[in-house]
């Protein structure tokens, strides 16, 4: 018997250079503030050049999300806005990477300008995020969307999202140490320039119908509307969760080894690169609500790192505790899979959901952890006060329900 398939988007070809293009631009965005933290770390040693860095590029990375939102929603001509905005992207990055070329006489525009005010690297840093989140907000919807072939783009998005943040970081690491290739860096930029014109898919789409010879609405789980609002409920709070915990473990690194640069970027490399094993390794779980199950997982780990991490601390290296944290983020990545994974919504309800998850979520509470004076009595009353509800919110969920989750 033949049915009805809804989905958004029939051209496949659209989504892979849709998903080309983000992994270079995460890269060019991973190598851009990796450099400009490398370059300031001499003239703020004391200072967490990276995490500032980071905290006003997620600000411009929240507005442009905001801004693309309204102007999608509000014109017509949406190829017109993207193609603008990802050219202003690319000019932007451009100018960063030769500004000695464009600027000769301030010898080191950065520095330059930092001298006068850091608050002027902060706005530039601002200002490229800000084109950025135009072409993500974008590239987000389409991920969001449903293509023909079934295929899920937004898990590929987040896995691209993650490596091209490694990738780019890792290439500024070279140029750093090879300062004459620095600007080969301008490579990673050539890959993205055709695929702008190229990209031609609507950000709010009209449904589409095919036909299919079976009805593939059996294989999906059946879930009322109570259901879908819980576990609505347990996907926001997972990744509000993981960025409390990932915050108290890079503050415990800092604290254990110092607030120097080389150690904010391992730390932040290493959950990166774990981040995207476990969201790797998670697709081989049967789901069975392990969006809330791995949710008990996370204090039962990180309890774990904090004990081993104190009583080694006098003999282990940064490079060790680093390591010891590796197991939480893994257990992030795998819980963040799941939680991409048990999103049954359409297209616009995806959207929302994983637009909300990781842009709208995580800047108020990165900006309330980072000024929160974490004295050793608050850094435990707040891991205690999340570890506790963890474990009770689940347990109660689970208990409520008349068969057993666990596959």
């Not at 995806?350 to 909300?356: E, G, L, S, Y």
């Not at 963890?390 to 596959?407: E, K, V």
Request: glycine residues 4%; aromatic residues 20%; positive net charge.
């Amino acid at each position: 018997m033949k049915f009805l398939k809804e989905f958004s988007y029939p051209d496949i070809f659209q989504r892979r250079i849709m998903l080309y293009n983000a992994f270079f631009s995460f890269t060019v965005l991973g190598f851009i503030y990796a450099s400009a933290s490398i370059l300031l770390r001499y003239y703020s040693p004391y200072a967490s050049i990276f995490g500032i860095i980071f905290l006003y590029a997620f600000m411009g990375l929240f507005l442009g999300n905001i801004a693309a939102k309204l102007v999608f929603n509000t014109i017509k001509k949406f190829r017109a806005v993207y193609i603008a905005s990802d050219l202003l992207f690319i000019a932007a990055c451009v100018v960063f990477i030769l500004r000695k070329l464009i600027f000769p006489a301030s010898g080191e525009p950065l520095l330059h300008l930092f001298s006068k005010s850091d608050i002027l690297i902060h706005a530039i840093s601002l200002c490229i995020m800000f084109f950025a989140g135009f072409k993500v907000t974008y590239f987000l919807k389409i991920a969001c969307g449903d293509f023909i072939d079934d295929k899920k783009g937004l898990i590929t998005f987040f896995s691209l999202l993650l490596a091209g943040m490694v990738f780019g970081i890792a290439v500024a690491f070279c140029t750093y140490l090879f300062p004459a290739v620095y600007y080969g860096s301008l490579a990673l930029l050539a890959p993205i320039i055709p695929t702008v014109f190229l990209l031609n898919l609507n950000f709010n789409p009209a449904p589409l119908f095919a036909q299919e010879m079976k009805d593939h609405h059996d294989d999906l789980p059946v879930q009322n509307e109570q259901t879908s609002r819980e576990d609505l409920f347990y996907t926001y709070l997972n990744f509000s969760y993981i960025i409390v915990y990932m915050f108290l473990g890079y503050e415990t690194i800092l604290r254990l080894f110092g607030n120097f640069l080389h150690i904010q970027m391992l730390f932040f490399l290493t959950c990166a690169c774990l981040l995207l094993i476990g969201f790797t390794l998670a697709r081989s779980v049967k789901q069975a609500f392990w969006h809330i199950y791995s949710e008990m997982l996370y204090p039962v780990a990180f309890v774990l790192f904090l004990i081993v991490s104190h009583v080694y601390r006098e003999t282990m290296s940064f490079y060790t505790g680093i390591a010891i944290f590796a197991p939480v983020s893994l257990i992030f990545g795998f819980s963040i899979y799941h939680a991409f994974s048990n999103i049954n919504y359409n297209h616009a309800g995806r959207f929302k959901i994983a637009d909300f998850s990781l842009f709208v979520l995580p800047l108020p509470i990165i900006v309330i952890m980072g000024y929160l004076k974490l004295t050793n009595l608050w850094f435990f009353i707040l891991l205690y006060a999340i570890a506790l509800v963890n474990i009770i919110m689940p347990g109660i969920h689970l208990m409520q329900r008349p068969i057993s989750a666990i596959p």
